[in-house]
Every structure is written in C-alpha cells, then in structure tokens.
C-alpha cells in the first residue's frame, strides 16, 4: 500500500510529529537535545521555515512551523536524515533512528495557531514530564511565556503576532 503523500504548500502552518523507531529514545541526553535543536535551527535558516513551538521529548518531537516556500518534505527530510546522521556518529550506533517518514497535519487557519502552541507545549504535562511546563528547557514554552532561554534558534516576537 502506498504512503500518504503529504500536501506541500507555501506561506502554511504544520503541526509535525516523528518518533524514534520502535518507540526508543532519539533525544538520550541534553547534548542530544542541543544537537536537535541545532539542526533544527540550521533547517529553518537554510529552508525559510519559522518555528513557532518544539516540544523535544525522549522519544518524539513536536514542532509547529510556518513555511515560506512549498517543500515541507525536503525541510524535513533534511532535519531527519541531518539529525540521525548525527546522532548515529555520537552514540556509535548503526540504523534506523527515526520511526519513519515524519506525521505532518495542515492548519487549516491562523486561528488555530494558539491552540496548537497549548496543544504541543501540554505534552509535557501529559506524558507527566514535568509538572510545571516553565521547567522544561527542551521546549519553546519557556521562552515564549517568560522570556527565558532566548537565542537565535527561536523567535517569540513572531509567535506573539499570531497569537
């Protein structure tokens, strides 16, 4: 059976998801986590895509993006294959690190934009990594409702005039 293609458009918001292959951390450590975030930041500067909200758990991510141009599968084929390649040299591992291609789901409106930034950041909560979302460093939530933890990887201006 053939694989869903996934919609490409310019100038839209995506809710992504990926997870480690059979459910295994891909995020083992905070050097992991700042590898993550890194090449993150490198894919959207080198694709133009703005990240609105990440969530780095143990063995998944979440990221709320905007693209400028309609090539959402190469922006993250790059992040995957850039990331595990990584990883894999870090860790001295061999394979799959990734449980697949990555979940993508359209937002349909602007208007959902708040609602997935509560949506994404709430993971942590409910997976009961932590119980206040303010001391999670490996998500956008610090630094957009506190301003902590800011740096070049992630805007929360451009988040605050969406929402």
């Not at 063995?59 to 599968?73: F, R």
């Not at 990883?87 to 937002?107: D, Q, T, W």
Request: charged content about 25%; glycine content about 6%.
């Amino acid at each position: 059976m053939a694989r869903p293609l996934h919609i490409d458009q310019g100038d839209t918001f995506y809710h992504i998801i990926n997870h480690g292959n059979e459910r295994r951390a891909i995020f083992r450590d905070d050097a992991d986590r700042e590898g993550g975030l890194a090449r993150l930041s490198r894919c959207g500067q080198r694709f133009e895509v703005d990240v609105f909200a990440y969530v780095l758990m143990g063995n998944h991510y979440h990221l709320l993006v905007k693209t400028h141009q309609a090539h959402l599968s190469r922006e993250m084929q790059w992040l995957d294959v850039a990331y595990s390649t990584w990883h894999n040299a870090r860790h001295h591992r061999r394979g799959h690190l990734l449980l697949g291609r990555f979940k993508s789901f359209l937002v349909p409106e602007t208007s959902h934009v708040y609602y997935l930034l509560l949506y994404i950041h709430r993971n942590l909560l409910r997976a009961r990594i932590v119980t206040q979302l303010a001391d999670y460093r490996w998500s956008s939530y610090p630094p957009l409702s506190y301003g902590r933890l800011r740096s070049d990887r992630f805007d929360s201006q451009l988040v605050y005039r969406y929402c």
